[in-house]
C-alpha cells in the first residue's frame, strides 16, 4: 500500500515531487493528444466527431459507440517507483521491448529510431515529450517509472514500449472483492452469480461499464494491479470508442472530454468565474468548426460501497447501489496558458444543452 505524504522519508519526497511533477506535464500533454489533436483529425478527414453525451457520464452508464481510426488512443503507465519483477508474470516489460535503439528500429513507421540517443528516453530531455508524442502515433502501451539502472538518483525514464496487460479479471476482482470485503478466500466462495456482480463491479469501480472491451479494459485491470505497489501509478487510457481520456491514480477515477460552447454561453460561464470573455476564450477555448471547445474533467469519488468497511468485517454485496459518484467537474486551461488554473463548470446534471 503506497504511503501518504507525511510517512515519507525526505528522500522519498524528494521522488514524490518529481514524480507528480511529471504526471502533471504528461497529463496536459495527453489530454491535448487525446482529445484536441483528434478532433482536428475528424474535420480533416471531412468525419464527424461525436461529442460525448450527459448520460455517459453518470454511474452505470452503457453506451455502445463505433471506435473511429481518427480518435487518438493510448495506454500510459506512470509509476512513482519501479516495477517488480514479479509483475512481469502480467505487465510484459521484458529487455525485448525496452526503449533502446536496437528494438525501436523494427517499429517500421517510427524514423525517429535512426536519431534516437539514450538520453532522448529521460524525463530532464529537452525533446522527452515529443518523443512520447511520436510513440503513441504508433504503439500501444508505455510504461515510465523510476529508472531501474540507478539505485540512489530520482531519474525517471521511457523505460518499455509495447507493454501488455495480461491479469484476468477474475482475479483482479477477486483483489478488489477481499480488499472491499465482500469476500474472504476466493470469487466463487458464495457462488458464480454473486461472482458476476463482483467482475461487473471492478468495472464500476473504474469508472466503465462491464461490457467495455480492449484498452479501457486493460487500464483499469493495470491500475488494480498496480495498487499492489508499495509506490503511487497513474494510468492513462484514451478511448475512440468512449472519446474519453481516462486517468486511474491514487486520487481516484477522472475522465477527461471535448464538450462544446454557443457564443451565446459564454458571457454566463465568464460572469460565474469572474473573469472577462475575451480571457475565457484565449486561455480556455479552442476553435471548433463554428462553435467553441473545452476539455473537461469529471472527477468521481468512491461511496461507502466501495470502501473498506472500517470495522473490517465481511458484508454482502449489493449490486443496486453506486460504487462512484461525481465530486468535481472542471474546464481545463489550454496547454499553452500555464499561468491558468482549471475552473469549475458544472455540465454533467445541468439542464442546458
Given at each position: 500500500?503506497?504511503?501518504?505524504?507525511?510517512?515519507?522519508?525526505?528522500?522519498?519526497?524528494?521522488?514524490?515531487?518529481?514524480?507528480?511533477?511529471?504526471?502533471?506535464?504528461?497529463?496536459?500533454?495527453?489530454?491535448?493528444i487525446a482529445l484536441i489533436d483528434s478532433f482536428?483529425?475528424?474535420?480533416?478527414?471531412?468525419?464527424?466527431?461525436?461529442?460525448?453525451?450527459?448520460?455517459?457520464?453518470?454511474?452505470?452508464?452503457?453506451?455502445?459507440?463505433?471506435?473511429?481510426?481518427?480518435?487518438?488512443?493510448?495506454?500510459?503507465?506512470?509509476?512513482?517507483?519501479?516495477?517488480?519483477?514479479?509483475?512481469?508474470?502480467?505487465?510484459?516489460?521484458?529487455?525485448?521491448?525496452?526503449?533502446?535503439?536496437?528494438?525501436?528500429?523494427?517499429?517500421?513507421?517510427?524514423?525517429?529510431?535512426?536519431?534516437?540517443?539514450?538520453?532522448?528516453?529521460?524525463?530532464?530531455?529537452?525533446?522527452?515529450?515529443?518523443?512520447?508524442?511520436?510513440?503513441?502515433?504508433i504503439d500501444y502501451g508505455l510504461l515510465i517509472?523510476?529508472?531501474p539502472t540507478i539505485k540512489k538518483k530520482n531519474?525517471?525514464?521511457?523505460?518499455?514500449?509495447?507493454?501488455?496487460?495480461?491479469?484476468?479479471?477474475?482475479?483482479?476482482?477477486?483483489?478488489?472483492?477481499?480488499?472491499?470485503?465482500?469476500?474472504?478466500?476466493?470469487?466463487?466462495?458464495?457462488?458464480?452469480?454473486?461472482?458476476?456482480?463482483?467482475?461487473?463491479?471492478?468495472?464500476?469501480?473504474?469508472?466503465?461499464?462491464?461490457?467495455?472491451?480492449?484498452?479501457?479494459?486493460?487500464?483499469?485491470?493495470?491500475?488494480?494491479?498496480?495498487?499492489?505497489?508499495?509506490?503511487?501509478?497513474?494510468?492513462?487510457?484514451?478511448?475512440?470508442?468512449?472519446?474519453?481520456?481516462?486517468?486511474?491514480?491514487?486520487?481516484?477515477?477522472?475522465?477527461?472530454?471535448?464538450?462544446?460552447?454557443?457564443?451565446?454561453?459564454?458571457?454566463?460561464?465568464?460572469?460565474?468565474?469572474?473573469?472577462?470573455?475575451?480571457?475565457?476564450?484565449?486561455?480556455?477555448?479552442?476553435?471548433?468548426?463554428?462553435?467553441?471547445?473545452?476539455?473537461?474533467?469529471?472527477?468521481?469519488?468512491?461511496?461507502?460501497?466501495?470502501?473498506?468497511?472500517?470495522?473490517?468485517?465481511?458484508?454482502?454485496?449489493?449490486?443496486?447501489?453506486?460504487?462512484?459518484?461525481?465530486?468535481?467537474?472542471?474546464?481545463?486551461?489550454?496547454?499553452?496558458?500555464?499561468?491558468?488554473?482549471?475552473?469549475?463548470?458544472?455540465?454533467?446534471?445541468?439542464?442546458?444543452?
Amino acid at each position: 500500500m503506497w504511503k501518504y505524504r507525511e510517512h515519507l522519508s525526505d528522500y522519498e519526497k524528494v521522488r514524490r515531487s518529481i514524480y507528480e511533477m511529471l504526471r502533471d506535464a504528461l497529463e496536459r500533454r495527453l489530454m491535448k493528444i487525446a482529445l484536441i489533436d483528434s478532433f482536428y483529425k475528424y474535420q480533416k478527414n471531412g468525419a464527424e466527431y461525436s461529442f460525448v453525451e450527459k448520460s455517459e457520464l453518470k454511474p452505470k452508464s452503457k453506451k455502445m459507440e463505433k471506435e473511429s481510426e481518427f480518435f487518438n488512443t493510448f495506454l500510459v503507465i506512470i509509476c512513482e517507483g519501479v516495477l517488480s519483477t514479479e509483475l512481469k508474470n502480467y505487465i510484459r516489460f521484458f529487455p525485448e521491448n525496452s526503449v533502446v535503439k536496437k528494438n525501436l528500429q523494427y517499429l517500421a513507421e517510427f524514423l525517429l529510431y535512426k536519431r534516437f540517443h539514450q538520453n532522448l528516453r529521460y524525463v530532464e530531455s529537452p525533446g522527452f515529450l515529443e518523443f512520447i508524442e511520436q510513440l503513441l502515433d504508433i504503439d500501444y502501451g508505455l510504461l515510465i517509472q523510476q529508472d531501474p539502472t540507478i539505485k540512489k538518483k530520482n531519474r525517471y525514464a521511457l523505460t518499455h514500449f509495447h507493454v501488455k496487460i495480461d491479469w484476468p479479471i477474475a482475479d483482479a476482482s477477486e483483489d478488489l472483492a477481499k480488499w472491499l470485503r465482500y469476500i474472504q478466500n476466493n470469487l466463487y466462495e458464495n457462488g458464480e452469480k454473486e461472482a458476476r456482480i463482483l467482475q461487473n463491479k471492478l468495472f464500476e469501480y473504474y469508472g466503465c461499464h462491464h461490457s467495455v472491451g480492449g484498452r479501457r479494459t486493460a487500464g483499469l485491470i493495470a491500475a488494480q494491479l498496480l495498487r499492489k505497489l508499495d509506490s503511487i501509478s497513474t494510468v492513462f487510457v484514451s478511448s475512440a470508442e468512449s472519446r474519453t481520456m481516462y486517468r486511474y491514480s491514487e486520487r481516484g477515477v477522472s475522465k477527461f472530454f471535448l464538450i462544446q460552447f454557443n457564443e451565446k454561453q459564454l458571457p454566463g460561464l465568464a460572469k460565474a468565474q469572474n473573469i472577462e470573455v475575451e480571457y475565457l476564450q484565449s486561455n480556455y477555448l479552442y476553435e471548433g468548426n463554428g462553435s467553441f471547445l473545452g476539455i473537461l474533467e469529471a472527477s468521481y469519488s468512491y461511496t461507502v460501497h466501495s470502501k473498506p468497511p472500517k470495522d473490517g468485517k465481511l458484508r454482502k454485496i449489493r449490486p443496486a447501489y453506486n460504487w462512484l459518484t461525481l465530486r468535481d467537474e472542471l474546464l481545463h486551461p489550454k496547454l499553452d496558458a500555464p499561468h491558468a488554473t482549471p475552473i469549475r463548470c458544472n455540465w454533467v446534471y445541468s439542464s442546458d444543452e
